[in-house]
């Protein structure tokens, strides 16, 4: 049931055990002529690039030998296998298309390591990987139905193109889909249909990773069930993705989504808390993605990701909801996916479903677009904030996980608390059900049943305003921790960032932590991988 790729000889005479990392690299770039499929740069410029993500913040700059684009899997293999066999050992990150914010998808060691750009998009946009593209299998034969099965370096947006082509897609998704199928697979993947569908992560039925060894297994449900479950939500620690076989559902044609307003956070959460209750029901008594805002601050509500409520010309008052100057407001987002043969009953039933929530009664907006066109809404605002150079900008996220039997006390402690009317970007706040997330997988969730993402998600500029800055922007995430630590709320970190080993520890909490260091000692034993998690000191 293992299928391990053969491993040519010539990797016993890379000897890449000097001292000297330009050595080194002299050995893998004489070996790697012919050696690899694809090419291994030491371009700095590629350098550099392999070295920066969203974040923006990192302090210190990656020590990097080399770039590697791989031309096929086996390419990954021999890399990571030289990586492991070597006396001294070096790191190895794969880097998907470098969305962490925290320089996760770097090597953090005092040694030089090589990134597997496993993304390869070029200036232009378009990929360059030499991988074969997304393989749609309609009804699979099994009872599990259509998949499709990607390159773990692929694009969401590119999975859901060419599922579409089939009238297929995916079932669970994340709000923006400029991220790679591994890279979401390490950390969960989630968006408003989380709730109904699970994370990213639940709807995956088989997996080829490259282990820390160089071995390539083919993992499931049925084989290597361990590392299987030890990849989804691993952080990277585990193995290199190379092929995820996604479920995949009929795609719906077009989307209903409406916005509603509270000034209330009760009525809020209560409502939340009711649509996702509703999981599993047929589609016309349910909503098919619940997700929502918390606005602090007037100007937000105005900005790019709520232009859907106003106009810049007709822009939308706090006190038109009754709210009052200091107040908070909390949008609630909710869709309805149809195709044009029930298109007659969706008003119906959104009006239902509307009927049965406790918002401000002014307050509904409603749009209706292309299916592919919700999904992919998140890449509009990009190419907004890009024209305005306002997306290459620090961003010092923090998202978390809080327990629903403590959300009432987040609210007051940071939304209404720390954050003093003053944002740098959208908060979004959505609950999911903990049933629907596999305690097998290494992804750590809190310990009620129903929790809330909250993600702050901010940009800092350099505008002179100090509470835009990216210090004070990062304090103030330490703040909201220190608060939460404080209150004795037990909150997760979502595409957590910890820096030392307790810290860890407290993430995972003991049982979890035990099983997360198994695994590590199993499938990556001299800790090559994904280092920039700062996960496990490197040993070299
Ligand atoms: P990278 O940053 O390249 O890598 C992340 C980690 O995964 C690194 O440790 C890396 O070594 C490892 N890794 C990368 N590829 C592989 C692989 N093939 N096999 C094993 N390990 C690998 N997340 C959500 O869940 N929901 C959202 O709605 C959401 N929206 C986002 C919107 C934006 C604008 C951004 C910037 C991020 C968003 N994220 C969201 C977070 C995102 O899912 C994570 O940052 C994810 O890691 C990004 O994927 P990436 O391909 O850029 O990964």
């Known amino acids: 049931s293992i299928s391990t790729v053969g491993f040519p000889v010539e990797v016993g005479h890379l000897d890449l055990d000097h001292d000297d990392h330009e050595y080194d690299l002299d050995r893998l770039m004489v070996f790697g002529r012919g050696f690899f499929d694809g090419s291994l740069s030491v371009d700095p410029a590629d350098l550099h690039r392999a070295s920066v993500d969203f974040g923006g913040g990192q302090a210190t700059p990656a020590k990097l030998m080399a770039v590697l684009r791989p031309g096929s899997v086996n390419d990954v293999v021999k890399l990571v296998k030289a990586a492991y066999e070597s006396r001294r050992g070096f790191p190895v990150s794969a880097r998907g298309h470098g969305h962490s914010t925290n320089g996760q998808a770097r090597p953090y060691s005092s040694a030089p390591g090589i990134v597997i750009e496993m993304s390869n998009y070029n200036n232009k946009n378009v990929m360059t990987t030499m991988m074969k593209p997304p393989n749609v299998v309609i009804d699979g034969g099994d009872h599990r139905g259509s998949y499709v099965d990607v390159w773990g370096g692929e694009l969401w947006i590119e999975v859901l193109k060419a599922s579409m082509e089939h009238g297929l897609a995916p079932k669970s998704w994340t709000d923006y889909l400029y991220l790679s199928v591994g890279g979401t697979l390490s950390n969960g993947g989630i968006s408003g249909q989380a709730f109904n569908h699970g994370p990213q992560i639940a709807n995956v039925h088989e997996l ?151 918002y401000i009664p002014s307050s509904v907006f409603t749009t209706d677009l292309p299916y592919m066109d919700f999904l992919d809404r998140v890449h509009k605002a990009e190419l907004k904030l890009r024209s305005k150079g306002l997306w290459e900008v620090p961003h010092p996220w923090l998202n978390l996980f809080v327990p629903k039997s403590r959300i009432a006390d987040f609210d007051i402690g940071v939304f209404k608390g720390i954050l003093g009317n003053k944002t740098s970007g959208p908060i979004l706040i959505y609950p999911m059900n903990k049933n629907k997330w596999d305690h097998r997988d290494s992804v750590v969730t809190p310990d009620e049943e129903v929790f809330y993402l909250v993600a702050l998600l901010k940009s800092a500029l350099d505008s002179g305003d100090e509470t835009q800055s990216l210090e004070y922007l990062s304090n103030q995430n330490r703040r909201i921790l220190n608060f939460c630590d404080e209150a004795g709320i037990k909150v997760k970190q979502y595409l957590p960032h910890h820096s030392t080993e307790e810290e860890w520890k407290g993430h995972f909490g003991e049982i979890n932590w035990e099983r997360f260091v198994k695994r590590k000692v199993e499938y990556d034993p001299r800790r090559i991988l994904a280092t920039g998690q700062r996960i496990f000191a490197p040993q070299f």
Do not use: M
Not at 262 to 290: A, C, M, W
Not at 297 to 314: A, H, Q, V, Y
């Open 208 to 358: 080829d990773v490259v282990t820390g060894k160089g071995e390539l297994l083919t993992c499931s449900e049925e084989q290597n069930t361990d590392l299987f479950h030890g990849v989804l939500g691993g952080l990277g620690q585990f193995g290199i993705i190379t092929r995820a076989r996604i479920a995949l559902e009929p795609a719906p044609q077009r989307v209903r989504w409406v916005r509603v307003l509270y000034s209330n956070f009760h009525d809020f959460t209560k409502d939340q808390e009711y649509l996702i209750s509703l999981h599993g029901k047929p589609n016309s008594e349910r909503f098919d993605y619940v997700e929502g805002f918390v606005i602090v601050d007037e100007g937000l509500i105005n900005n790019w990701r709520s232009s859907f409520f106003s106009s810049p010309r007709n822009p939308i008052k706090f006190t038109s909801f009754g709210v009052n100057n200091g107040g908070v407001i909390y949008s609630l987002e909710i869709t309805r996916n149809y195709d044009e043969s029930t298109s007659h009953a969706v008003d119906q039933e959104v009006e239902a479903l509307l009927k049965k929530l406790n």
